[in-house]
């Protein structure tokens, strides 16, 4: 089974910074960023980019260089990235929200690591790494020295442009490599595809980290829009609604987990800034349709959700799905829809073969978008960028471990993950089926389900809950469970939560679930 995407046609070389630098000639004194009350042009920024790229090409650090990057969300941020793309070289995010001990260990997994870019808040987090680490503004005065224009490097849509840690929910994180072309791709369907512009303007609230903010950030330069940052490390839903409430914002990208906490915001306080977006581009967990019905039905709400699939080593998204279209009786799961251009998705069985229409099988990714590979692995984890056989035709695609199936409609349906089943009592359970039928229950506000021990060891199930209103009668939701699941698959245990944490990613955090069991002695 093959869904395929739209073919349209890139420029010779789709490179995505040079798309900056048109609208930095066309429309030199357009705001490209503003942060905390200070606005920067398209030209001041193009400048300061420029001469970061002549330090970084003069170093010997161009084409083929990795370049780190450890900022807080700011002007030099866009600075470090745009100079690094037009140095040729590719950036490599070091999230200073992440914890100590996993920058550390991410420090160590860049092979070639040229340089980092820090500023004082964040040079210790990185200061045992081998590279040079340098400051934009200690830099400042041999910057000032150096050209404003352009370096003119040549780039091609071959070329890395960044690579990012996975997650690694599944084991130690992986640095996965993206190229222009793959970039350019992905940002070109959300322009032409949704109509971005110049006043598409943007609010980042993911983690620098994380796969999705890397698009969050480049796409509104890309169509010469307004990057809006907040002066905040971690996500803060009051300063990103007020700015919301505040500016003229007009997309957001987020994960899924996020954009139930910026809608709770709304609706406790009865405003109206997310509904006047023109778009909220989501996905990175499983959606939980329930959270955003009863906001989705307001009168004059006027954004569009778009429900998007896809994984940091294919350009991170290669799906998007009009969550308007979602009708709870006629789907199980929301879908997450047809495919970006120039993408492919195949459903393929364990020997790689396609599976017929309404099977599920495993979600590969083909076209375009798929990366260049793990860098610094080998082995079985680059063994899932692989090759098929289309009627005769090699075809490059990434194995994405996730199991799925298409709709009547022609819509791509992700069902949970090949290796997500977990044993307990012998029995082999996907945890994201429980929390569908609790996301049901109409006491359940919200929930997510782990896999926890006895005291003998033995695996157990627990549901983590936030109740819609005061404690959660669990004895009459373990009940209602009995009516849509096997036994073997309703809860041992029912803990209640103010919340459920996220990650730096936006999204569950699910050891910090299981470490509330721990700290409640239970």
């Not at 650090?61 to 793309?85: E, F, M």
């Not at 997450?336 to 069985?349: E, F, K, M, S």
Request: include cysteine; aromatic fraction near 6%.
């Amino acid at each position: 089974m093959i869904l395929q995407g739209k073919r349209v046609a890139l420029p010779s070389a789709p490179v995505v910074h040079q798309q900056f630098e048109a609208h930095a000639q066309a429309t030199p004194d357009a705001v490209a960023v503003v942060r905390a009350g200070r606005q920067v042009t398209y030209a001041e920024l193009d400048a300061r980019a420029n001469r970061f790229a002549h330090f970084l090409a003069a170093r010997g650090h161009g084409r083929g260089a990795k370049v780190g990057i450890c900022l807080d969300y700011s002007v030099d941020l866009l600075v470090a990235i745009l100079g690094t793309l037009k140095a040729g070289a590719a950036y490599v995010p070091f999230d200073p929200a992440y914890p100590a001990a996993r920058l550390q260990l991410l420090l160590g997994q860049v092979p070639g690591l040229a340089l980092i870019v820090a500023s004082p808040d964040t040079a210790a987090m990185v200061e045992a790494a081998a590279a040079d680490v340098v400051d934009l503004d200690e830099l400042g005065e041999h910057l000032a020295s150096l050209p404003a224009t352009s370096p003119d490097i040549p780039v091609t849509g071959d070329d890395l442009c960044y690579a990012v840690f996975t997650s690694g929910s599944t084991g130690t994180p992986k640095l996965t490599a993206v190229r222009h072309e793959g970039w350019f791709n992905l940002m070109n369907w959300l322009k032409l595809e949704y109509g971005l512009h110049s006043g598409s303007n943007n609010l980042v609230v993911s983690a620098f980290g994380f796969d999705l903010s890397q698009r969050a950030l480049m796409t509104p330069l890309f169509c010469g829009a307004t990057q809006h940052l907040m002066a905040s490390r971690n996500f803060d839903p009051m300063l990103a609604y007020r700015i919301l409430r505040e500016h003229d914002i007009r997309v957001v990208h987020c994960a899924s987990s996020t954009l139930y906490v910026l809608i709770d915001w709304e609706t406790a306080r009865g405003g109206d800034a997310l509904t006047r977006l023109d778009y909220v581009l989501f996905g990175g967990e499983a959606l939980k349709p329930e959270r955003l019905t009863g906001w989705m039905r307001r009168e004059n709400n006027t954004c569009t959700l778009l429900h998007q699939y896809g994984v940091a080593e294919c350009t991170d998204v290669a799906t998007s799905f009009d969550l308007a279209g979602y009708r709870s009786t006629e789907h199980d799961i929301a879908p997450v829809g047809r495919p970006a251009y120039n993408t492919d998705i195949h459903l393929l069985d364990e020997r790689l073969r396609p599976v017929r229409a309404g099977q599920d099988g495993e979600i590969c990714i083909a076209g375009t978008g798929v990366g260049a590979g793990y860098l610094g692995a080998a082995g079985p984890e680059n063994a899932r960028f692989t090759t098929v056989e289309v009627d005769g035709t090699p075809v490059r695609l990434y194995r994405t471990g996730d199991r799925g199936r298409v709709t009547e409609s022609g819509d791509l349906v992700v069902a949970g993950r090949m290796d997500a089943q977990v044993k307990v009592r012998g029995m082999r359970i996907d945890p994201t089926d429980i929390e569908r039928a609790l996301g049901r229950l109409a006491e359940v506000r919200e929930a997510a389900v782990a896999v926890t021990h006895t005291d003998a060891g033995e695996a157990e199930l627990t549901a983590f809950v936030v109740p819609e209103a005061g404690a959660l009668a669990k004895d009459a939701v373990r009940a209602r469970l009995l009516q849509t699941l096997p036994r073997n698959m309703v809860p041992a245990r029912f803990v209640d939560v103010p919340a459920i944490p996220l990650s730096p990613h936006g999204k569950v955090d699910r050891a910090a679930l299981v470490d509330t069991l721990k700290n409640r002695g239970l």
